[in-house]
């Protein structure tokens, strides 16, 4: 982060990924919450030597900057404090002659990450740290079982790597459907560093990053059975179907998840009864809760596939019933799961990039979602297992 970004971020809209400290003289207390629930969460910036007054930011400085860092990276790395051995990448700045010191905390492939005992394991949920619940600790343990591995970085790869059109189609669509967010400013390349599709430092995509916005080819490379297997299937069940499918999704057929999200989306959508409804404005309005429940369970499948198993997502569309299947368990039983607002993605930039463009939420109630929305569509209950 240059310094001209940190002054920018001040300003910044989007809080997920930066928290300022005063620590003039020492450490903050608090300093540990904020590295427990970037590590635990998706990465981010921690600076030490601002305050913030409100919605003010005041540069104070910090008095003894080697100390300071001296002593934050030494407690991140001895492995006392902290459950794991962490190691952040530190930035020194100087801003109207007064010191300031940002730390980047990477999300842990060791989550949870907890400060003196489990009690102390935060998440972030937009520009706050939040005490992570026991089943969300649940959660992240389970995570461990297959990592964030899509969180780091795909070695020998780089900006072409990835498809010019979906990344203009992408940014087209953020700029229509969430006008307000901060990302419609940057660059491409700021863009890109900032939805962490690309690690600023090496240059090179993240996993996360080349599996939304890459060239087949390029994605081909670190997962060759990349696919969703979507089938329309002549039947209320393979045993009664007249042929084993009457359509199959072509991979030939897009490139990466963000094309990938469209083309099943717009097979999905020839099952639901949609009403169509012009506003006052003139704009026309698709309206289904059959659609939302369809764009929700979608959406899901995407954030929470495991990419680097060997089985692979599908869906299959019966003439009475549609299944969206992810290989794996779920954290906790399915009736749980509705009834509490748990969101740990696997994915974490797949899912922040699905997001910001209001394709996904944030609240952690996606199962919930999608059996109220099919229950108002057509009065029957989902089926999860």
Known sequence: MKKEELIDKLNDLEWEDFEVKEAKTEIPKSSWESVSAFSNTAGGWLVFGIKQIGKRFEIQGVSNPEKIEQDFLATLRSGQKFNAILSPQASKYKIDNKNIIAFYIPASDKKPIYYNNQANTFIRRGSADQKATPEERDAMYRDQTFGTKTSENAKSTSRADLDDR??????????????????????????LSKMRVIDKASGECTYGGLLFFGKRDAIETYFPDFRIDLLEIPGTSYEDASSRYTFRLNEDDYQNLWECYFECFTRLKKNIDIEFKVTGEGFGEELSPGLLAMREALVNLLMHADYFSPAYSRIRIFESSIEFFNPGGLPKPIEELKEKDLSIPRNPIISKLFRMVRLAENDGFGFDKIDSNWKKNNYETTRTS
């Open 166 to 191: 979906s990344i203009r189609q992408y940014r087209d669509y953020m700029s229509r459907f969430n006008p307000e967010i901060s990302y419609n400013r940057y660059d491409e390349d700021e863009l």
